[in-house]
Structures are given as C-alpha cells and as structure tokens.
C-alpha cells in the first residue's frame, strides 16, 4: 500500500523530530501499557479496538492523499495502474472499516474479529496475485522516490516466498473467521507485543542520542554489502514464508479435526410431525450399546415433555436394564451433570455417554439389579435451547423420562424411584422431587440424591468469575438464561469485548476437541475484568436466578452430598442451602466429604459410593430414614 511506506516515512520522521527525553517516555510508556495488556485480553481488545479504528481511517485517508503518477509504458505502466487501483480500493475499504469499528465497538466486538480474518483473506489474495504475475511489489507501490520502478520480478525465490506466505495469510484468515474468540485473543496479545516492541524501540533510539555521531566516509561498501546481503534475505524470506505456510496448514488441520469430530445430531432426534399433546409419551426407541456396561441392555428413547416454559416439548435419554433381574427392576432417574448448552452436547451423543455427565458407579448400579433412566434434558439432542440450570425444563425431562421409560416392551421396570444427580444434575434432581407431587403424581418417587448439587444457582452464578474455569460454565448460564426470559440478553449481561468470546464458548461441549479453544479463552481471561457487565445477581438475572433455587418443601427423603474440597460449587454455599432448608422444616441428609473435589466426589474410591448405594437401597426397601440437620 503507498499509505503503508509513506506512513513508515513519515513516522520515522517524527521519531527524528522528538527530543531524546520524549522518546524514552513515550517507549517506558508503551511498554509499560504492553506488560500490562497481554495479560488482560479484555482491556487489550478495547484499546486494540480504539487503536485499529482510528488506524484504518488514518491509513487509508494517507493512501488516498499520497497518490503518485507512473512512469513508464506498455506492460510495466499496465501493471501500475492495476497495483494503483488495487491500493485505491484497500484505501477506501480500510476508512470504511474503520469507521464502522468505531461506530459498533460500544456493542459488540464480533466485527473486529471478522475485520481481522477478512483483512488478512485480502492480504494475502493481493499477495498472490502478485507473486502470480511477477509485479515486484515495490514496484507496484512506487517507493523509490515516488517513481514506480516498472520491472517485472525475476526472481523466482522470492516469488516462491510471496506465494507461501500468501497461503499461510489465507489460511489463517479462514480460520479466524471460523475461530472468532481465538482471533480476537490471538489479536489482543498480538497488539501487546507489539506495544511493547515500539517501546524497546523508542527506548533504543533514546539511548542512542546520547551516542556521539559518527562519521560515515563512504556509502558505496555499505551499498554493496546491502547488494551481497540480498539474496540472503530472499532465501530468510522463503525459509519463513514456508514456516508461516506450515503452521498454517497444521493449524488447519487441527481445526479441521475438531469440527469433523464434534458430534452430529441425527434423525433420532427429529420432532415427529403428529406430537402427542401428553408428556411422557414414548415417540421412538433403538437398542444401544455405546460403554453400555456387561450384564446390561441399552436403549435409546425419544419422548414427549413440556419446557421450561410449559410449552410441548421432545426431550431424548437411554435406558439400561439388568440383563439378570429377578423381577421388575427397580429404577434409578440419572440427572447428568454439566456436558453444555448447545444441540450436539447431548449425553447419547457423546462417545462416552456416562462418563461425559459423571455417572457414578454404573457397574454397581448394574450389579444390585437396578435399571437406569438417563435423560439428556430437552433442547440437547432435540430441537429448543436447553434449560440449564432452569428448574421446571430440567425436572419435567426427568420425569417424562421415567415415564416414557416404562412404556418400553422390552425393558421391565418396577414404579419404585430414586433419582442420582450431580452438579447440574443435583440442581435438576432437587427440581425433580419438587416437581413430581404435582406434575408426576402418578409416579413413586422414593427420594433424591444430589451430589455437589448447584442448588443456589444465584450463589453459583456470583462466585464464577472467581473460579477457575466459572467464565465457562458462566456462558453456558448467560446462553441459557438469554434463551428462555425475554427480558435477559447476551449483549446486557457481557461486557461488549467479552461478548464473542461467551458466544463462541456456549456453543462447545465439554467433551469436544473444540473445548480446547474454550479453555484457551478460559485461561487468557484468569487475571482479567469479570465478564459480567452488570453483578449477576442485580436486575432481571438475578430475579430470574432466584426463581430456580429448589426451596419449596419435599415429600421425598432428600440426600445432599459436598465434596470440601470442591472449588466450584462452593462448600460455604452449600451448607447454607441445607441450613436454608433446615430453617423452613425440611430434613436433608446432608454429608460431606474431605479432600474430595468437584468430580472426585463421585469418582469410585470416594467414600460417597458405598454411602449412595446403601442410601438408595434404604429407600428401595422403604426404609425411614432418620431425621437430618443434626436431628
């Protein structure tokens, strides 16, 4: 671009002109800013933001002004031209640009990531093209003096070079426009560093006025050297340029692999035309054997249930029977844990359908003769958002599970229920007993585990920006949330630079090899602002938080088991949910755990096994069981 060297120019200029006291300041400062921004990607995307904005309009409005005539004919002026126009176009594309970064940034930041994926798609084209025809790109810019040299390039190296690093900018551009969140984190870290090499710089150029000047006797052994140096450089160029093209292309791969290997929601899932109004109602069912344990018989269903908003609604699961029984099998409702928010994220989905929602101790389920009813939850698998962490949705899909489970011809199931949950689970399977006395009256409902439940989900939602790892399971929250009350949205719950990055992350499975980009975002975002633009816990958020908390009496013995070591449902917020229901005259069977984390709670050495198993078989036997919080 003719702004580009002109603008090179004119900065070196100004660096020329300041005195050697506003150089040092100037390079502290940025490198100062640098150190600072490349640990907080937030804050780094807000300037980088302000920055490219501005800079876009500055550069193209300079392109635009240093406009130069050529010199030459035939070939060589045709090829001006064209390189004219070509930069001519960039000019008046950059101003547009960045007016129009600088008039949406106060909304949303998704521009800037797609500005930076289409830039370098249209860099690295123009590259191309030229290395395609040969146009020396000094050449093509006329910087030797103003005057377009107009000599075709012969030399094949550096043409090589140019075509190799125009298929990395490519191929990088691509993939930030597919990887968004990356793009502007890569974008913000990239700004950072090169604030801080402007200021080593500027330092340096300091330091160096304090040097006497030099004599220079002759520039003609420099000019040679510079002559000599060349090719040297050409063949630095290729080497790097193929390096670029390498990364690249693996980078590529990568991406390819995960996109490729995410998983597919199939026909099974599709909403049969004729939907019965009932819920419960079994709609479609296959055999299935995925990590379905030995002894034991899977199934796959498809059923009927109501959303969180009461609305008719499908929801998917799998059932597993012992192959031994000696009559109807008892029954145990599994209310899986967190696997995410997106279509494609539901358990059955999943290469390893258990293991993704934590099941604990299906072999011992299998063993003492009890079937399994695993409900993936409405809107994972089927069509609809998913209710995460939303009472009614995750409580009636429970239900309507058990319900549409007994209807399998195959699969003999006893009445008796107990429902297991963990984390995201022990928030449905505490809705579940809530629920059952007036939307499942039919069903006997024995009692309820919950194990690291995410009761006080208002409690949850305020301590995640301090979790490590809470900014995702915060987008899962915010995308959940957005999806089911009017009155909450995305774009007022994030801060605007954050917005792409909850977006992209509530739309990954945490059993996907795209998680990977997920956490990423995760851990460039530890040291800094919260996401949050407002404290989850104020306005209609919070409003809407507070309505999910389970705190309505149980007809059912209710067991909540914590982890103390548990660092992301809290200890101190769990016991003060169990004293919050002590206080209102309910008995929970309240255990914890030392040394026991968030999955290690239910992982098979962990005392709570042996703990369920007999818990659950008190219930099985109706057995009464004694009187909680502390009684």
Same mark, same amino acid.
């Given at each position: 671009?003719?702004?580009r060297?002109?603008?090179h120019?004119?900065w070196t200029t100004?660096?020329r002109s300041?005195?050697r006291?506003a150089l040092?300041?100037?390079?502290?400062l940025?490198?100062?800013?640098?150190?600072?921004?490349?640990t907080?990607p937030l804050?780094?995307?807000?300037?980088?933001?302000l920055?490219?904005?501005?800079?876009?309009v500055?550069?193209g409005a300079?392109?635009l002004?240093d406009?130069r005539?050529?010199?030459?004919?035939g070939?060589?002026?045709?090829?001006?031209?064209?390189?004219?126009?070509w930069?001519?176009?960039r000019?008046?594309?950059?101003i547009?640009l960045?007016?129009?970064?600088?008039?949406w940034?106060?909304?949303?930041?998704?521009l800037?990531?797609w500005?930076v994926?289409?830039a370098?798609?249209?860099?690295?084209?123009?590259r191309l093209?030229?290395?395609?025809?040969?146009?020396?790109?000094?050449a093509?810019r006329g910087?030797?003096?103003g005057?377009?040299?107009? /000599?075709d390039s012969r030399?094949?190296v550096?043409?090589?070079a140019g075509?190799?690093?125009?298929?990395?900018?490519?191929?990088?551009?691509l993939?930030?426009l597919?990887?968004?969140?990356?793009t502007l984190?890569?974008?913000?870290?990239?700004?950072?560093?090169?604030? /801080?090499v402007v200021?080593?710089?500027l330092?340096?150029?300091g330091?160096?006025?304090?040097q006497p000047a030099?004599?220079?006797?002759?520039r003609?052994q420099?000019a040679r050297a510079?002559?000599?140096?060349r090719?040297?450089?050409a063949?630095?160029?290729?080497?790097g340029?193929?390096l670029?093209?390498?990364?690249?292309v693996g980078a590529?791969?990568?991406g390819?692999?995960?996109?490729?290997s995410a998983p597919?929601?199939?026909?099974f899932y599709?909403?049969?035309?004729?939907l019965?109004?009932?819920?419960?109602?079994?709609?479609?069912?296959e055999?299935f054997t995925?990590d379905?344990?030995?002894?034991?018989t899977?199934w796959r269903i498809l059923?009927?249930t109501?959303a969180?908003?009461?609305?008719?609604?499908?929801?998917?699961?799998?059932?597993?029977?012992?192959?031994d029984a000696d009559?109807?099998a008892?029954?145990?409702?599994w209310?899986?844990?967190?696997t995410?928010?997106a279509?494609?994220?539901?358990p059955s989905?999943?290469?390893h359908?258990?293991?993704?929602?934590a099941?604990?101790a299906?072999?011992?389920?299998v063993e003492?003769g009890w079937?399994l009813v695993?409900t *993936?939850?409405t809107g994972l698998?089927?069509p609809?958002?998913?209710p995460?962490l939303?009472?009614?949705?995750?409580?009636h899909?429970?239900?309507d599970?058990?319900?549409a489970?007994?209807?399998?011809?195959?699969?003999?199931?006893?009445?008796?229920?107990v429902?297991?949950g963990?984390?995201q689970?022990?928030?449905a399977a505490l809705?579940?007993?809530q629920?059952?006395?007036?939307?499942a009256?039919?069903l006997?409902?024995l009692?309820i585990a919950?194990m690291?439940?995410?009761?006080?989900?208002?409690?949850?939602?305020?301590s995640?920006?301090?979790v490590?790892g809470?900014?995702l399971f915060a987008?899962?929250v915010?995308a959940a949330?957005?999806?089911?009350?009017?009155?909450?949205t995305l774009?007022e719950?994030?801060?605007p630079p954050?917005?792409?990055l909850?977006?992209?992350?509530s739309?990954?499975?945490l059993?996907?090899?795209s998680?990977?980009?997920s956490?990423v975002?995760?851990?460039?975002?530890?040291?800094d602002?919260s996401?949050y633009?407002?404290?989850?816990t104020h306005?209609?958020?919070g409003?809407?938080?507070?309505?999910n908390?389970?705190?309505?009496p149980?007809?059912?013995?209710v067991?909540?088991?914590?982890?103390e070591a548990d660092?992301?449902?809290?200890?101190?917020d769990?016991q003060?949910?169990?004293d919050r229901?002590?206080?209102?005259g309910?008995?929970?069977?309240?255990?914890t755990y030392?040394d026991?984390?968030?999955?290690?709670l239910?992982?098979?050495?962990?005392d709570l096994i042996?703990d369920?198993?007999?818990?659950?078989?008190?219930r099985? *036997?109706r057995i009464?069981?004694?009187?909680g919080c502390g009684?």
């Open positions: 671009m003719a702004s060297s002109g603008g120019h004119r100004l660096q300041l005195p006291w040092l300041l100037l390079g502290c940025a490198v100062g800013v640098g150190v600072l921004l490349a907080r804050t780094s995307l807000q300037a980088l933001g920055y490219v904005g501005l800079a876009l500055a550069l300079a392109a002004l406009r005539d050529s010199s030459g004919a070939d060589t002026a045709r090829a001006w031209e064209t390189a004219r126009a930069e001519t176009a000019a008046w594309g950059a547009v960045g007016v129009l970064i600088l008039l940034l106060r909304h949303d930041f998704d800037l990531a500005a994926g289409a370098l798609v249209i860099s690295g084209s123009r093209w030229i290395a395609a025809r040969g146009v020396d790109s000094g093509a910087v030797d003096g005057v377009a040299r107009g /000599v030399d094949g550096d043409r090589i075509g190799l690093l125009a298929g990395a900018e490519i191929l990088i551009g993939l930030g597919r990887w968004p969140d990356l984190l890569a974008a913000a870290v990239i700004f950072a560093v090169r604030l /801080v200021g080593v710089h330092i340096g150029r330091l160096a006025r304090a030099r004599t220079q006797p002759a003609a420099p510079g002559a000599s140096a090719p040297r450089r063949w630095v160029r290729l080497t340029s193929a670029a093209l390498l990364l690249a590529g791969t990568l390819y692999q995960a996109r490729t597919a929601v199939d026909a599709a909403t049969p035309g004729d019965p109004d009932e819920p419960g109602v079994l709609l479609r069912s055999p995925r379905v344990p030995a002894g034991a899977g059923y009927t109501t969180a908003d009461g609305s008719p609604a499908t929801a998917s699961g799998l059932v597993l029977t012992p192959e009559g109807p008892p029954v145990i409702a209310a899986h844990g967190t995410g928010f279509t494609q994220c539901a989905l999943l290469t359908p258990f293991e993704a929602g099941m604990p299906l072999d011992r389920v003492q079937a695993a *993936d939850y698998g089927t609809g958002p998913h995460y939303i009472g009614a949705g995750e409580g899909s429970v239900l599970g058990i319900r489970a007994q209807q399998l011809t195959d699969a003999d199931l006893a009445p008796d229920t429902v297991w963990h984390s689970g022990g928030h809705w579940t007993g629920l059952a006395p007036s939307y009256p039919d006997d409902l009692g919950a690291a439940p995410a009761a006080d989900v208002t409690a949850l939602a305020q995640l920006p301090t490590s809470g900014e987008s899962y915010i949330y957005a999806a089911h009350y009017p009155t909450i774009e719950q994030v801060i954050a917005q792409t909850v977006r992209e992350m739309d990954r499975c059993a996907e090899p998680i990977l980009a956490l975002s995760v851990l460039s975002l530890a040291r602002q996401v633009a407002t404290p989850p306005g209609a958020l409003e809407a938080l507070a309505e908390v389970p705190t309505e149980f007809q059912v013995p067991l909540i088991a914590q982890g660092t992301l449902i809290q200890p101190a769990q003060a949910y169990a229901l002590c206080s209102a309910q008995s929970p069977d309240y255990r030392p026991r984390d968030h999955l290690s239910v992982e098979p050495e962990s042996d369920l198993l007999g818990w659950t078989t008190d099985f *036997d009464t069981p004694g009187h009684g």
